[in-house]
């Protein structure tokens, strides 16, 4: 893999932050437009239009949020993930909660 040596993110507010001002982590998160990557052999690499943007300590990635669930369910299988359902199972959920339902 070629080594990233800079890196640039361009937000909507017309901000920017580079590898020269700080780490990653500590560039604003919100209204990334686009991040360019300057790797050692001088070639560049563009990610735009895309959800999320994150740097591997390596390089940065970028996709789309379904993408990202999708990482989220094999990196942190101790995240769960609640769904809207109809509201006779939800009702049902409530009134035993209420309850105590024995187990409380």
């Known amino acids: ?17 580079c590898s020269d001002d700080g780490p990653a982590e500590e560039a604003p998160i919100d209204g990334i437009q686009m991040i360019l990557e300057r790797k050692e052999n001088n ?9 999320y943007y994150m740097w591997t300590g390596e390089n940065w990635v970028a996709g789309h949020i379904g993408s990202l669930e ?18 006779s199972i939800y009702t049902k959920a ?5 309850k105590g339902d024995g187990w409380l």
Not at 1 to 17: A, H, L, P
Not at 43 to 51: Q, S
Not at 72 to 87: A, N, S
């Open 43 to 51: 070639t560049l690499n563009y990610h735009y239009g895309h959800d």
């Open 94 to 98: 409530m009134e035993e909660a209420r």
């Open 70 to 87: 999708k990482w989220i369910r094999k990196v942190l299988p101790q995240v769960k993930y609640g769904r809207w359902t109809k509201d």
């Open 1 to 17: 893999m070629i080594k990233v040596v800079r890196w640039k993110i361009w937000y909507d507010d017309g901000e920017t932050y």
